[in-house]
């Protein structure tokens, strides 16, 4: 597998692939290194500072033996059809640039630098992130569309929320196994950054999200008056103890009435099973008198 690897990585000499190895396993495969010479080892930093280099934004969270590196590998062969962009690898952990990530990539920013907060940098034109909640919501907010590539959980469903809104495209991480995973990312990169509805929709929805009637803070503020100024509201309690019967309460007749539902279920059940038995069964002996019947005669 190691030396199909290697081979695929040669094919592309203009690229320039950093592959993330310890000591160890540098020493062991030396002479493998040295047959690409558009591959370089490099002793990165932790795990999640690494995962989130090669992925763009993919959040400390994800586990990075789970992205194997015929999936990481097109995320850097995408930028050199983009000659004209400039690209800058983000730590989503620490939110410091990864330097010397490449030594002959000019698109890839090599200049130590640190964004407070990375999607409302002015000259931001695309957010590769899992979507995460957090991910999405900046986004949103910074009026950033973003390439949703979703590896668990909640990002799923907030990735179908931001294409269904047009704040973004979704790319199936599943289809970087293939052959053509490069194309895919490129696709979407080319949509993204040339379609304008992309960019107008998300500053659509950034300017929704910003000219809210209420924000969050005014809403707090003005809860805390009210409450404040009234104290107990007892008319905003849900029924209790004193309203309701210890019966009620606890939900006995709710429990009692599902206990009941499901015996009959099962009785009705065991009922057509038994029956349902008998007539194979009979059957069954029925052929068997009907053949000692002809025999017989």
């Given at each position: 597998m190691m030396k199909s690897i290697m081979g695929a990585f040669r094919r592309f000499p203009k690229i320039h692939f950093i592959w993330k190895v310890d000591n160890v396993t540098v020493n062991n495969n030396l002479k493998m290194f040295e047959s690409a010479p558009n591959v370089h080892n490099f002793e990165w930093f932790r795990q999640p500072a690494i995962l989130v280099g090669l992925f763009w934004i993919m959040g400390a969270e994800t586990i990075a033996k789970?992205?194997?590196?015929r999936r990481a590998s097109p995320f850097i062969l995408i930028f050199h059809p983009f000659s004209r962009q400039n690209?800058?690898?983000l730590s989503n952990k620490s939110r410091t640039i990864l330097m010397n990530i490449t030594r002959s990539q000019p698109r890839i920013s090599r200049t130590p630098c640190i964004f407070i907060f990375f999607p409302e940098h002015p000259n931001t034109r695309a957010f590769i992130t899992h979507c995460g909640q957090n991910s999405l919501t900046e986004s949103a907010r910074a009026g950033v569309p973003i390439i949703g590539i979703p590896l668990f959980g909640d990002q799923f469903y907030n990735c179908i929320v931001g294409e269904t809104r047009g704040l973004g495209v979704q790319v199936d991480i599943?289809?970087?196994?293939?052959?053509n995973g490069e194309n895919v990312l490129v696709e979407a990169l080319e949509k993204i950054l040339y379609q304008p509805k992309y960019q107008q929709n998300a500053k659509i929805i950034s300017k929704k999200l910003k000219l809210t009637p209420f924000s969050p803070t005014e809403r707090l503020v003005k809860w805390v008056e009210f409450a404040a100024e009234f104290g107990d509201l007892p008319e905003l309690n849900l029924p209790g103890e004193k309203e309701m019967n210890w019966f009620v309460y606890?939900?006995?007749?709710?429990?009692?009435?599902?206990i009941i539902v499901l015996v009959i279920l099962?009785?009705?059940?065991?009922?057509?099973?038994?029956?349902?038995?008998?007539?194979?069964?009979?059957?069954w002996f029925t052929k068997i008198r009907e053949k000692e019947e002809r025999k017989q005669k």
């Open positions: 789970k992205l194997i590196l690209w800058t690898l599943s289809h970087l196994k293939r052959g606890y939900s006995l007749d709710v429990i009692l009435f599902s099962f009785w009705v059940a065991f009922k057509c099973f038994k029956w349902i038995l008998f007539l194979i069964i009979n059957s």
